[in-house]
C-alpha cells in the first residue's frame, strides 16, 4: 500500500536530511522574498496566490510562464501542508481538491482566458531540505494524484497526457496537448536553476498552443503564433542557468545548451 502524501510530508520534516548546499549557498533574493509572504500566517491564500503570480512574472526562468503570469492566464492550486495533513480522508481528498481546481482550469481554458496550470505545494519544512530519494517521492505521488495514474516510475514515458480545449466557434474546438513538468525550491542555485520555485514543490503544465492562439484571438495557428513560440523556447533553452558567463563553477553547468549551428549562440 502506498504511503499517504500526509505520512511523506511528515517523515522528510522529521527524518529528512537537511540540504546542506542552502548552508552554503541561501536561497536567491527573489525567493527568500517570496517566501517572506508564503510562509507568513498573518497572509491568507488570497495573498500568497498574488505573491506568487508576481514571483512566476518576474522570477520563473520558463519564458511561456512568465508571459502567462503577466496576462493573467495562469490557474494555480495552492495547497498549503498544514491542509494536507488536515485532510480526514488522506491522497482521496488531496486528489480531489486537485481535480476540482484541474476542471475549473479546463472551464476557463475552454473561453481561452486560461493557457496555463500549476499545482503549488508549501511546505516551509520542505524547502530546506536534501534534494534526495525522500523529496523525489514526495514530486512523484503529487503527480501520480495530480494526473490520476497509478504509478510514475523514473525514466519512462507516461502514456496519459493532459489535455485542454479552446473554443473557436460555438460548435468547433481545438484539443491541445501539454506536458506537466515539476519545480523544487532546492533548483535554486543549482544546475536545475531553471526549475526552482518558491514555496515547495510546483508541477505546472503549459499549452504553448493554446496561449499563443488565445494571444492573437484567432481560430487557427499562423506563422507569426509558431515563429513567437519558436523564438521563446529557443530563449528559454539559452538562458537556462550555466549558459550566461556570469554565472558558472556549478557541476553539470549547463543544464542545456543550443547547437552552434542554431544561431542563437
Not at 536530511?17 to 548552508?23: E, G, L, Q, S
Not at 536545475?192 to 496561449?211: Q, V
Request: one cysteine or more; proline letters at 3%; charged letters at 30%.
Amino acid at each position: 500500500m502506498k504511503s499517504q502524501m500526509a505520512e511523506m510530508l511528515l517523515d522528510i520534516k522529521f527524518h529528512g536530511d537537511r540540504d546542506a548546499f542552502r548552508a552554503k549557498r541561501p536561497f536567491s533574493e527573489d525567493i527568500e522574498a517570496a517566501h517572506s509572504i508564503l510562509f507568513n500566517p498573518r497572509y491568507d491564500k488570497w495573498g500568497k496566490l498574488n505573491i506568487y503570480r508576481k514571483w512566476v512574472a518576474n522570477g520563473q526562468p520558463c519564458l511561456f510562464g512568465k508571459a502567462a503570469a503577466k496576462t493573467k492566464s495562469v490557474f494555480i492550486c495552492l495547497l498549503e501542508e498544514h491542509e494536507i495533513l488536515r485532510m480526514k480522508k488522506g491522497d482521496e481528498d488531496l486528489r480531489e481538491t486537485i481535480q476540482d481546481n484541474r476542471q475549473a482550469w479546463k472551464r476557463y481554458a475552454l473561453e481561452g482566458s486560461h493557457s496555463s496550470f500549476m499545482v503549488l505545494l508549501l511546505s516551509q519544512s520542505l524547502v530546506n531540505k536534501e534534494p534526495g530519494d525522500k523529496l523525489k517521492e514526495i514530486c512523484r505521488r503529487l503527480l501520480e494524484l495530480y494526473m490520476e495514474v497509478d504509478r510514475i516510475d523514473d525514466d519512462t514515458i507516461v502514456p496519459q497526457r493532459e489535455y485542454v480545449f479552446l473554443r473557436t466557434e460555438p460548435n468547433a474546438f481545438l484539443k491541445f496537448g501539454t506536458l506537466p513538468n515539476v519545480f523544487c525550491a532546492q533548483g535554486d542555485g543549482r544546475w536545475w536553476h531553471d526549475h526552482r520555485t518558491p514555496g515547495g514543490i510546483m508541477i505546472t503544465s503549459n499549452a504553448l498552443g493554446h496561449f499563443e492562439l488565445s494571444r492573437a484571438r484567432a481560430s487557427e495557428i499562423t506563422n507569426k503564433e509558431k515563429a513567437h513560440g519558436l523564438d521563446n523556447a529557443m530563449r528559454t533553452i539559452k538562458n537556462a542557468y550555466g549558459n550566461e558567463k556570469r554565472v558558472r563553477g556549478l557541476t553539470h553547468c549547463p543544464a542545456t545548451r543550443l547547437v552552434s549551428n542554431s544561431g542563437w549562440l
